[in-house]
Nanobody
Framework: VQLQACGGGLVQAGGSLRLSCEASGRTFSRYTMAWFRQASGKEREFVGAISGSGATTYYADSVKGRVTISRDNARNTVYLQMNSLEPEDTAVYYC?????????????????WGQGTQVTVSS
């Protein structure tokens, strides 16, 4: 599976962005998909995940209520809608795919990673 993320950019605090991640292959619906982020000098951290069917989602406490993860299996694409952005949200955002059933927050349990897209939130 190859993942291609896009949609990052520069936005003012309080603004919104929608990230997209398109996957190659025909078995997209079998993968749990997730978004992680990594700020400069920090470890990669979990943002949100969604099950293969889209029925189950899970979010990090730091973004809960401001972020929505969704997927369109017909388009092999997962999305991350981010609202009320804060400077602390500045990071490179990565999409990831896992063959394990159910959303997981653990980096090492994801088998495939996209190249990352930069999100910068100015104050």
């Amino acid at each position: 599976v190859q993942l291609q993320a896009c949609g990052g950019g520069l936005v003012q605090a309080g603004g919104s962005l929608r990230l997209s991640c398109e996957a190659s292959g025909r078995t997209f619906s079998r993968y749990t998909m997730a978004w992680f982020r990594q700020a400069s000098g920090k470890e990669r951290e979990f943002v949100g995940a969604i099950s293969g069917s889209g029925a189950t989602t899970y979010y990090a406490d730091s973004v809960k209520g401001r972020v929505t993860i969704s997927r369109d299996n017909a388009r092999n694409t997962v999305y991350l809608q981010m609202n009320s952005l804060e400077p602390e949200d500045t990071a490179v955002y990565y999409c990831a795919a896992s063959t394990r059933v159910g959303p997981t927050t653990t980096v090492r349990l994801y088998d495939y990673w996209g190249q990352g897209t930069q999100v910068t939130v100015s104050s």
